[in-house]
């Protein structure tokens, strides 16, 4: 069972996708930075993670990013995810 979302965000569980089964920018964020820094020393290999990294920094930048300049999805800090942006 992949565990990236078709949209190309990581849920806040990767065990279970209903479990605040909403977008997610910080993990995703943070999957992405993992599995480039991977790819940039050859510890990944980038024909398998640059569809993966792409698919992520697309949703990162589509709907992540408001046209505002705001980060939108972003769990605060000392809080618990919420349903809503």
Do not use: C
Request: proline content about 6%; glycine content about 14%.
């Amino acid at each position: 069972m992949p565990i990236q979302r078709p949209d190309g965000f990581w849920n806040v569980s990767l065990h279970d996708p209903t479990n605040f089964g909403g977008k997610e920018l910080t993990g995703t964020a943070l999957f992405v930075y993992g599995m480039v820094w991977g790819v940039r020393q050859g510890l990944l290999d980038e024909n398998t993670y640059r569809p993966i990294i792409a698919k992520a920094w697309n949703a990162m930048v589509k709907d992540g990013l408001h046209k505002n300049g705001f980060l939108g999805y972003v769990q605060g800090t000392g809080k618990e995810p919420k349903e809503k942006t």
